[in-house]
């Protein structure tokens, strides 16, 4: 038996011609995505494309001026105070600088929301928030820390065991592995994978790290010219002219790096 | 046996069956665990886990927790779970062994951490004055390289545009003062005193102090939120790397600033404070602005002016270092930039009456 997460549907967002400006400037002219149950969707695009702010508009702390977002199957135009309420514990948020309350300890960080909205007791909190800590790659002396107190891996760590704590069903990741180590980086992917297989989870990410899109990504759009220029898996975005395209993976040092290995792989197969 | 509970249990003579159900997680939790609590047994239990609909971490957790303590005292044997549901119950097996450390603070602890803190700034204010002078004194020496532009800027900002502010704080007291002194003296018949009372107490006293009051809250807080900030975004240490003295860019302006413009603020505060006893004398005692006038030449003799005017830049420095240096204080993160701004107003105002009582004593020895 899978582990049953049932949303309805498949596809759990779906971005339908997105209009956002920001005064003069069109940051996103009709941008339309899908992201689908339990996949690692990332989205990708160069500085400015708008991907921080697509996010943003998925999980409401913006809203597009015009186009449909709809996540987990609520529409997020005119949704009521109640409906969101509920979606946002479905989700859970995972910010570029981790956005941990200062003023709290990890553990607190960790334990806020399981406070306030469920009535778990406190030993099972305790436990919680444990295995959250471990979970992330964490010691337990962590907890007792304040966001202060840590460095930047860290703090994505402590802040990814925040946002895994109400089990969310849907993850979203702002360049989850910048500012992490090479290695860290990489456990950090691999524990993405793992949660995303045995929670079932989807996962929705901006990343530009090259080693997470060839190998944890499963399908991702990519954002340039106000525009999603191609979506889907790597395969079909390689497939794509467009420059942002070219310059981004098809470089001398991704070829040397990724695209060979891709290749070969390929023969093998055959 | 029960079989829409999300656990329910039947005696099976050699051994206790145990069947989970439904959905085990964070929302169901709660509940399952008060009726594991109840349970104990004292016979082998085979749970049966294959109806298990659904699971999050939290369930497995919760099953972990029973499953280890049923094991204490007799056999247990799990059925029908999952590959998902063993390899969950692998990786959170070991998770919750941790123990997170208590941060306990003791009273005493406390106390001593405070004093030792208070000690701590002051050596620090004094390594801060010690910085400041020496940056003064290569500024007197070039004054070429002094920020012109910042100064003015910062003149603007904290004395300009508290113009309005402290005009109407000075107006009312100003006015409370004849309000309150008009009755005592009424008393007497000595209306006409009510000038001297309202002039001199404001020039020399209370128009410094407001206007103190006034920018310590307003400018002094200000400074230490810019500077914090600039120190949390890690402005300050690129400034240094690129060899820009912060004492040089951010203090300096702003107590160049605060020395000028106090002294200005204070001749503003004096005058409308003196307007706002006229206008109440006039309607409480009847004493006409032209009188009040005639008195307030007699009486007002400059040298109460200059007693007033002497503490500006006193204070000004006060605010403006008091400021700068709980804003550089600042640590990495976002707490600290209120309490630092906080006690950077409290500190600034105590200092501001504390130099003022100093001033009375001066004042009073050289019988001025």
């Given at each position: 038996?899978r582990?049953?997460?049932?949303?309805?549907s498949?596809?759990?967002?779906?971005?339908?011609?997105?209009?956002?400006?920001?005064?003069?400037?069109?940051?996103?002219?009709?941008?339309?995505?899908?992201?689908?149950?339990?996949?690692?969707?990332?989205?990708?695009?160069?500085?400015?494309?708008?991907?921080?702010?697509?996010?943003?508009?998925?999980?409401?702390?913006?809203?597009?001026?015009?186009?449909?977002?709809?996540?987990?199957?609520?529409?997020?135009?005119?949704?009521?105070?109640?409906e969101?309420?509920?979606?946002?514990?479905?989700?859970g948020?995972?910010?570029?600088?981790?956005?941990?309350y200062?003023?709290?300890?990890?553990?607190?960080?960790?334990?806020?929301?399981?406070?306030?909205?469920?009535?778990?007791?406190?030993?099972?909190?305790?436990?919680?928030?444990?295995?959250?800590?471990d979970?992330?790659?964490l010691g337990?002396?962590?907890?007792?820390l304040?966001?202060?107190?840590?460095?930047?891996?860290?703090?994505?760590?402590?802040?990814?065991?925040?946002?895994?704590?109400?089990?969310?069903?849907l993850?979203?990741?702002?360049?989850p592995?910048?500012?992490?180590?090479?290695?860290?980086?990489?456990?950090?992917d691999k524990?993405?994978?793992?949660?995303?297989?045995?929670?079932?989870?989807?996962?929705?990410?901006?990343t530009h790290?090259?080693d997470?899109?060839?190998?944890?990504?499963?399908?991702?759009?990519?954002?340039?010219?106000k525009?999603v220029?191609?979506?889907?898996?790597?395969?079909?975005?390689l497939?794509?002219?467009?420059?942002?395209?070219?310059?981004?993976?098809?470089?001398?040092?991704?070829?040397?790096?990724?695209?060979?290995?891709?290749?070969?792989?390929?023969?093998?197969?055959? | 046996?029960?079989?829409?509970?999300?656990?329910?249990y039947?005696?099976?003579?050699?051994?206790?069956?145990?069947?989970s159900?439904?959905e085990?997680?964070?929302?169901?939790?709660?509940?399952?665990?008060?009726?594991?609590?109840?349970?104990?047994?004292?016979?082998?239990?085979i749970?049966?886990?294959?109806?298990?609909?659904s699971?999050?971490?939290?369930?497995?957790?919760?099953?972990?927790?029973?499953?280890?303590?049923?094991?204490q005292?007799?056999?247990?044997?799990?059925?029908?779970?999952?590959?998902?549901?063993?390899?969950?119950?692998?990786?959170?097996?070991?998770?919750?062994?941790?123990?997170?450390?208590?941060?306990?603070?003791?009273?005493?602890?406390?106390?001593?951490?405070?004093?030792?803190?208070?000690?701590?700034?002051?050596?620090?204010?004094?390594?801060?004055?010690?910085?400041?002078?020496?940056t003064?004194?290569?500024a007197v020496?070039?004054?070429?390289?002094?920020?012109?532009?910042?100064?003015?800027?910062?003149?603007?900002?904290?004395g300009?545009?508290?113009?309005?502010i402290?005009?109407?704080?000075s107006f009312?007291?100003?006015?409370?003062?004849?309000y309150?002194?008009?009755?005592?003296?009424?008393?007497?018949?000595?209306?006409?005193?009510?000038?001297d009372?309202?002039?001199?107490?404001?020039?020399?006293?209370l128009?410094p102090?407001?206007?103190?009051?006034?920018?310590?809250?307003?400018?002094?807080?200000?400074?230490?939120?810019?500077?914090?900030?600039?120190?949390?975004?890690?402005?300050?240490?690129?400034?240094?790397?690129?060899?820009?003295?912060?004492?040089?860019?951010?203090?300096?302006?702003?107590i160049?600033?605060?020395?000028?413009?106090?002294?200005?603020?204070?001749?503003?505060?004096?005058?409308?404070?003196?307007?706002g006893?006229?206008?109440a004398?006039?309607?409480q005692?009847?004493?006409?602005?032209?009188?009040f006038?005639?008195?307030?030449?007699?009486?007002?003799?400059?040298?109460?002016?200059?007693?007033?005017?002497i503490?500006?830049?006193?204070?000004?420095?006060?605010?403006?270092?008091?400021?700068?240096?709980?804003?550089?204080q600042?640590?990495?993160?976002?707490?600290?930039?209120?309490?630092?701004?906080?006690?950077s107003?409290?500190?600034s105002?105590?200092?501001?009456?504390?130099?003022?009582?100093?001033?009375?004593?001066?004042?009073?020895?050289?019988?001025?």
């Amino acid at each position: 038996m899978r582990v049953q997460k049932i949303f309805g549907s498949a596809t759990v967002i779906e971005a339908k011609d997105i209009v956002t400006r920001f005064g003069e400037r069109i940051i996103h002219d009709g941008v339309s995505l899908h992201v689908d149950k339990n996949e690692i969707y990332g989205i990708l695009g160069e500085s400015g494309a708008g991907k921080s702010v697509l996010m943003k508009e998925m999980i409401m702390l913006l809203e597009p001026n015009a186009g449909e977002m709809t996540v987990l199957g609520h529409k997020l135009k005119g949704i009521g105070f109640k409906e969101a309420q509920d979606l946002r514990r479905e989700w859970g948020v995972l910010f570029q600088f981790g956005a941990l309350y200062s003023s709290m300890t990890i553990a607190e960080n960790i334990e806020v929301q399981l406070k306030e909205y469920t009535n778990i007791s406190k030993e099972m909190r305790d436990k919680l928030i444990r295995s959250k800590i471990d979970l992330v790659g964490l010691g337990s002396y962590v907890g007792a820390l304040y966001p202060s107190e840590l460095s930047g891996g860290m703090i994505k760590r402590a802040a990814l065991a925040r946002a895994l704590v109400m089990e969310p069903k849907l993850l979203f990741l702002d360049e989850p592995t910048s500012g992490l180590d090479p290695i860290g980086a990489r456990n950090f992917d691999k524990l993405i994978v793992d949660l995303r297989d045995m929670l079932g989870i989807t996962v929705v990410m901006i990343t530009h790290d090259l080693d997470s899109i060839f190998s944890i990504v499963d399908r991702m759009a990519i954002l340039a010219d106000k525009h999603v220029v191609a979506e889907g898996s790597l395969k079909n975005v390689l497939q794509s002219q467009h420059p942002f395209v070219e310059e981004f993976f098809k470089n001398e040092y991704t070829k040397h790096k990724y695209l060979d290995k891709l290749e070969a792989n390929k023969v093998e197969h055959v | 046996m029960n079989t829409t509970e999300s656990i329910a249990y039947e005696d099976q003579k050699q051994y206790i069956e145990l069947v989970s159900r439904g959905e085990w997680t964070l929302e169901t939790v709660p509940q399952i665990e008060k009726v594991l609590q109840r349970l104990s047994f004292d016979k082998k239990i085979i749970w049966d886990v294959s109806e298990v609909k659904s699971f999050d971490s939290a369930g497995i957790l919760l099953f972990i927790e029973y499953y280890e303590s049923f094991k204490q005292s007799t056999t247990v044997e799990v059925i029908g779970y999952t590959k998902d549901q063993k390899e969950m119950y692998d990786l959170l097996k070991e998770s919750t062994k941790g123990v997170i450390p208590q941060r306990k603070e003791g009273f005493l602890e406390n106390l001593g951490k405070s004093a030792l803190q208070l000690y701590n700034d002051f050596k620090d204010f004094v390594a801060f004055l010690g910085q400041l002078f020496v940056t003064l004194f290569h500024a007197v020496l070039k004054p070429k390289n002094i920020r012109f532009k910042e100064i003015v800027y910062h003149i603007n900002h904290s004395g300009f545009n508290a113009l309005v502010i402290i005009g109407l704080t000075s107006f009312l007291v100003g006015m409370v003062i004849a309000y309150q002194g008009s009755v005592q003296l009424a008393k007497f018949g000595a209306d006409i005193f009510i000038v001297d009372t309202v002039s001199i107490s404001m020039v020399r006293e209370l128009g410094p102090m407001m206007t103190a009051i006034v920018i310590a809250g307003r400018s002094g807080s200000a400074y230490t939120a810019e500077i914090g900030a600039m120190k949390i975004t890690e402005e300050i240490a690129a400034m240094q790397t690129m060899g820009f003295n912060p004492y040089y860019f951010l203090v300096l302006p702003r107590i160049f600033a605060l020395v000028i413009a106090v002294p200005l603020l204070i001749f503003f505060s004096d005058l409308l404070g003196i307007l706002g006893g006229m206008v109440a004398s006039d309607m409480q005692l009847g004493i006409s602005f032209s009188q009040f006038i005639d008195r307030l030449y007699e009486v007002l003799e400059v040298k109460h002016y200059i007693l007033g005017m002497i503490k500006g830049p006193v204070f000004g420095f006060v605010i403006a270092a008091v400021g700068c240096f709980r804003g550089l204080q600042v640590s990495d993160n976002t707490e600290s930039i209120g309490l630092h701004t906080t006690a950077s107003v409290v500190n600034s105002i105590f200092l501001v009456i504390a130099f003022d009582a100093l001033f009375s004593v001066i004042y009073t020895e050289f019988d001025v």
